[in-house]
């Protein structure tokens, strides 16, 4: 089956965030007592992008193995329905999101970037590895964003969801229609952390 027939079943779309979200660095700030206060960059690409996804009707979210009150903050500011922290193991995680949902594993992509996410990736309908994935993740994809993770590549696999069901143009214009009240609803990423 190719990743574009794959891509028109799917209706979850679950994230790595960092290689994936981001560029994979983490910076560590110390701060007066001491302690590390954790600094990430996310994509705005990315955040109009799940915008747009919500809009063409794809449930998102998380699961990372790292716990972080950074990602906590923008997985908030992007509205994710589905935020898991601390997962090492994200089949645990993947299996409660199917519960939840109703859909089943071939309705669900995931996007990696390491061995990590390679149980989640050789189970799931259409695994999508970012440009900068290991190699182990990319020989199991089903398509490799053109960008890599924090630069574009979440919103590459959107697009290409998107592309495949065939809604991504009418979903452009129902997000840039100003009168359209789902659209303003499903935006994200407009700060006031």
Not at 50 to 72: D, F, N, P, W
Not at 128 to 145: E, M
């Amino acid at each position: 089956m190719t990743a574009e027939a794959r891509a028109k079943n799917i209706k979850v779309l679950i994230f790595d965030v960092d290689g994936v979200l981001t560029d994979g660095q983490i910076f560590v700030i110390p701060n007066s007592q001491g302690q590390g206060i954790e600094a990430k960059g996310f994509s705005a690409h990315d955040g109009l992008g799940i915008s747009l996804g919500r809009l063409g009707g794809l449930r998102i979210g998380i699961i990372t193995k790292r716990q972080s009150q950074t990602v906590a903050i923008r997985a908030n500011d992007l509205k994710l329905e589905f935020i898991y922290q601390g997962q090492s193991h994200k089949m645990i995680a993947v299996r409660e999101i199917l519960e939840k949902t109703g859909y089943t594993l071939d309705q669900l992509a995931y996007v990696g970037d390491d061995i990590i996410d390679l149980p989640v990736l050789r189970q799931c309908g259409l695994a999508i590895a970012t440009a900068n994935a290991r190699h182990q993740v990319k020989s199991v994809a089903h398509f490799v964003t053109p960008n890599p993770g924090g630069f574009g590549g979440a919103r590459d696999a959107i697009d290409f969801i998107l592309s495949a069901q065939g809604t991504l143009e009418k979903v452009i214009e129902q997000y840039l229609d100003e009168s359209n009240a789902t659209a303003a609803a499903s935006d994200v990423g407009t700060g006031n952390m």
